[in-house]
Every structure is written in structure tokens, then in C-alpha cells.
């Protein structure tokens, strides 16, 4: 059988993938470090320029930091609502809105954003939101995105 038996995971429990989606809608990171594996792979797909939540953090600390210290620096978010979760197994999927106040000027931002998740042990080892980065920018940027003449839509 070799390693075959450390590589299977069980199923995350549907009352913890709910617990978690409550504790990270609070923003308060007491409450989502309960959730977060040691080892915690997180990424957050976005425009880092714009966003400096987005990009890759390792570990339970650095995820600890990015709801401590990062997002509150960019935006205070208001509101987080889940449209829709599916489960399957080990991993967990959701569409999300957010809705805040860019920290710097006040600007109301709302945008949706997707999450891929996988869990051990009923903690996330592996996060995946990608936002809808174009609505959110023009959003941050207070004004539309002009767009090169060759690349717009025809």
C-alpha cells in the first residue's frame, strides 16, 4: 500500500465549511484561525498594484496578518455574502460578493469573487479566490479603465 494511505483525505464536514464561511465573513482573524491548517497555502488572484491583499501568503500567520493588518490598510469591508457553496469531498467552492470602503478615500467597492478550497482534517490547507478584478479596479480607480482602441470589444 506504500504512501497511498497518508495521501486520502476524508470529507470536510458541511457545519465547517458554513463555521468557516461565518468566521470569515466577520473579517476577525480570532475567529478564522480555528479554520487555517499550519501550512495553509493562500492566494488571492487580482491586481497587486490595486489590491495588496491579492498575491500568495504561506502559513497561518501570514494569512492571520493579511486580515489583521493588509486588508483593513486597503479596504473595510462591510459586507460578505455567499450566493452560492458546493461541496464535494475534501474541497469546497463558493461566489461571493464583497462589499466595503476603500480605506484610502471612503469609495464604496463591490465586487464578486470566487473561492476553491480544499480541506484536512476540517482545517483549509489550500485557498483560491479570484476576484472580479476589472469591476473592482475601475472601482478603486474612481473612473472606467480606457482600453487600448485594438483590444476593445468589437
Same mark, same amino acid.
Given at each position: 500500500m506504500g504512501n497511498k494511505g497518508k495521501d486520502m483525505t476524508s470529507p470536510v464536514d458541511r457545519r465547517v465549511v458554513h463555521? $468557516?464561511? /461565518?468566521?470569515?465573513?466577520?473579517? #476577525?482573524?480570532?475567529?478564522?484561525?480555528? $479554520?487555517? #491548517?499550519? #501550512?495553509? /497555502?493562500?492566494?488571492?488572484?487580482?491586481?497587486?498594484d490595486l489590491f495588496q491583499f491579492c498575491?500568495?501568503?504561506?502559513g497561518k500567520a501570514a494569512v492571520i496578518d493579511l486580515f489583521q493588518n493588509v486588508i483593513p490598510s486597503v479596504m473595510l469591508? /462591510?459586507?460578505?455574502?455567499?450566493d452560492i457553496v458546493l461541496i464535494d469531498g475534501d474541497r469546497a467552492a463558493s461566489?461571493?460578493?464583497?462589499?466595503? /470602503?476603500?480605506?484610502a478615500?471612503?469609495?464604496?467597492?463591490?465586487?464578486r469573487t470566487a473561492h476553491f478550497m480544499r480541506f484536512r482534517d476540517n482545517k483549509v490547507v489550500e485557498f483560491r479566490s479570484i476576484i472580479d478584478s476589472f469591476d473592482a479596479a475601475e472601482q478603486m480607480l474612481g473612473h472606467p479603465i480606457e482600453l487600448v482602441p485594438e483590444l476593445a470589444p468589437v
Open positions: 463555521a $468557516f464561511y /461565518e468566521a470569515w465573513a466577520s473579517r #476577525d482573524a480570532a475567529k478564522i484561525a480555528p $479554520f487555517l #491548517d499550519d #501550512d495553509v /497555502e493562500w492566494m488571492i488572484v487580482g491586481p497587486v498575491g500568495p501568503r504561506h469591508v /462591510e459586507r460578505c455574502t455567499n461566489l461571493n460578493r464583497l462589499t466595503g /470602503e476603500q480605506a478615500n471612503g469609495r464604496t467597492i463591490s465586487y
